[in-house]
């Protein structure tokens, strides 16, 4: 048998029963595909059947609010990928008829699908010869053919791509690009990979050579940026309700539109005074007495290209703190129904 032919075979003998198989409907096959760009299947597969629950095609997600496509999306992070999605609906339903487009080209023109996405959809849905690349293709690909060259590099995903494109099977091109991926998620794993079962061993170079973990070949991470965030966690009672403000974050930063609390953000880890200072004097807490009710350690949260560090201040106000720009206050209980980053959400779940 071929390299082609013994991957199409162990892919119909070992590939795991997935909803998204179930289907050729590019609106679930473009949102699987999405939610699994940066997500673990176990848990994705949780987000993709609610998310079809509360909507069942791009109509219904074009007229949703991105509030309630936000709040869908909490936890799985990276949310401008639920922004996007949000967009690019509108636009398959305003400028499409509600029809996505047959091609990976026509795809590519989409908010948010990108070559990988654009490749999936259209080999999957409607037979285009097209290769995919992820990182599983990548990892599967430059073992079989030991590629020195970094994968992450323009000539490195183009030597990838066109390998990948010669061992196409151009009748069936979504399942041969889903069991590349299946033989790297399952066999072809990062660390020590089942060779011994693996079906294209006979043909592998890399283990030839004695060498599979030496691929693929990266080029040197940078240590991420690291960001200092003070957190003002102010709260004030009317009546019988607590109230705590939250901030909309509208600026074109991490998590836009998302919901966190007022915050002081710092170059270095400062201490907690300095963030205070700031607070009275944007004029937030008015002229009410506060008091500063809790400092919590230090919360690591890490994002692909950032680690922020974070700090929550508690402050109580006797009186009505006054909102500013995008800062408004929200009834305690009502906290959880806002769209929340990761990071807020597990404070929230620390002190509650
Ligand atoms: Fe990967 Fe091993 Fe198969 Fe080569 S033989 S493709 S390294 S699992």
Redesign the pocket.
């Known amino acids: 048998m071929t390299i082609t032919e013994s991957l199409l075979h162990w892919y119909s003998q070992n590939k795991r029963p997935l909803p998204w198989r179930e289907t050729r409907d590019p609106y679930k096959i473009w949102l699987s595909e999405v939610i699994l760009q940066q997500t673990r299947v176990a848990q994705g597969t949780d987000y993709y059947h609610r998310f079809l629950a509360a909507f069942p095609d791009v109509q219904s997600l074009s007229a949703a609010d991105e509030q309630d496509v936000l709040k869908l999306w909490q936890g799985l992070g990276y949310y401008s990928r639920a922004r996007n999605m949000h967009h690019t609906a509108k636009e398959v339903v305003e400028n499409h008829n509600g029809i996505f487009p047959n091609s990976a080209a026509g795809l590519k023109k989409l908010k948010g699908i990108g070559d990988y996405t654009a490749a999936a959809i259209a080999s999957i849905c409607f037979d285009e010869s097209t290769p995919v690349l992820d990182g599983n293709v990548a990892?599967?690909i430059s073992?079989?053919y030991a590629i020195d060259t970094p994968v992450d590099t323009k000539e490195g995903k183009k030597r990838i791509n066109d390998l990948t494109n010669n061992l196409l099977d151009i009748n069936h091109p979504g399942t041969f690009n889903q069991a590349v991926m299946e033989?790297g998620a399952l066999?072809?794993?990062p660390k020590s990979?089942?060779?011994i079962t693996?079906?294209?061993?006979f043909a592998?170079e890399?283990?030839k050579r004695k060498q599979?973990e030496s691929?693929p070949v990266k080029t040197p991470k940078k240590t991420p940026a690291i960001r200092h965030l003070n957190y003002l966690v102010i709260s004030f009672t009317e009546g019988k309700e607590e109230f705590i403000l939250m901030r909309k974050r509208t600026g074109n930063d991490i998590w836009k539109n998302m919901y966190d609390f007022p915050c002081v953000e710092t170059l270095n880890a400062s201490d907690t005074s300095d963030a205070l200072d700031q607070c009275v004097k944007s004029g937030l807490l008015g002229e009410f007495p506060f008091l500063v009710k809790h400092v919590s350690d230090e919360y690591v949260h890490q994002l692909s290209h950032r680690r922020l560090l974070a700090k929550f201040i508690r402050i109580e106000v006797k009186g009505e703190p006054i909102p500013i720009n995008d800062i408004t206050p929200v009834r305690r209980d009502l906290i959880a129904e806002l769209p929340l980053p990761r990071l807020i959400d597990r404070y929230l779940a620390a002190i509650l």
Do not use: K, Y
């Open positions: 990892r599967v073992r079989l033989l066999v072809c794993t990979p089942a060779c693996c079906p294209v061993a592998c890399a283990l599979v691929f």
